[in-house]
């Protein structure tokens, strides 16, 4: 069972462009949705988090989007760059339990 | 400040054979995790704990079995390997809950021949 949906599988970005990562949860209780950064070899760490009471938040480059009613979320990375190159991993969870990942993004920032 | 320590790193296994995969945490994080990551399919838990003496089943139990006697050991136990259970394990803890954010290990890369 499918409870996060994450798209593209992989995507491939110009160094400089906008890279755009999104998800689909189906469990309305969700309430705390956070992305991880994943690089080779290494395990995931947490990049950025958003709770449904705000539709937006920026750090950096990073922006998590929020839309409750069709929920969804998107990761947008700006100017991105080769070192941004990383499987990303959205996620969410309810009632303060523990995490569901989606099934990750491959983004490669090319020159 | 080692964070969250896994051991091995790599390991092949028969079919059939047993081994254990160890994680350590010095953070004095109460709640500790067990993944499987296998590709286009995500992370997948395995098994949880909230606490010293507590764990609980997570998603994919089956054929894996754990322990939790100090807060700072969680090992993952393999019993009677099979192929299915080719994977990429990561152990992980939190503070807290999953807002507290996940501290996650570097990995053991297990193959099952």
């Known amino acids: 069972q499918q409870q996060v949906k994450q798209s593209p599988q992989s995507l491939i970005v110009q160094k400089g462009g906008i890279s755009i990562i999104n998800c689909a949860y189906e469990?309305?209780?969700?309430?705390?949705f956070p992305w991880y950064q994943q690089f080779p070899g290494k395990g995931p760490a947490l990049l950025i988090a958003?709770?449904?009471?705000?539709s937006e938040k920026k750090e950096g480059r990073f922006t998590i989007s929020f839309n409750k009613s069709a929920k969804q979320f998107s990761l947008h990375i700006m100017d991105s760059q080769p070192g941004d190159s990383a499987t990303y991993f959205c996620?969410?969870?309810?009632?303060?339990?523990?995490?569901?990942f989606g099934t990750g993004t491959r983004l490669t920032i090319i020159p | 400040n080692a964070g969250v320590t896994q051991t091995p790193k790599f390991r092949i296994l028969k079919i059939g054979q047993s081994m254990t995969l160890q994680c350590t945490q010095d953070?004095?994080?109460?709640?500790m995790y067990w993944y499987r990551q296998d590709p286009g399919m995500g992370l997948k838990l395995i098994y949880y704990?909230?606490?010293?003496?507590?764990?609980d089943k997570g998603e994919v139990p089956n054929g894996y079995n754990v322990s939790r006697s100090t807060t700072e050991d969680f090992p993952l136990r393999l019993e009677l390997a099979a192929p299915s259970q080719t994977s990429v394990y990561f152990c992980?803890?939190?503070?807290?809950?999953?807002?507290?954010?996940?501290?996650f290990g570097s990995g053991t890369r297990l193959t099952v021949v």
């Open positions: 704990s909230v606490g010293a003496g507590i764990t």
């Open positions: 992980a803890s939190s503070y807290g809950t999953a807002n507290y954010g996940y501290t």
């Open positions: 953070m004095n994080h109460n709640y």
């Open positions: 469990n309305t209780a969700f309430d705390y």
């Open positions: 996620a969410a969870s309810f009632g303060n339990e523990k995490l569901t």
């Open positions: 958003i709770r449904p009471d705000v």
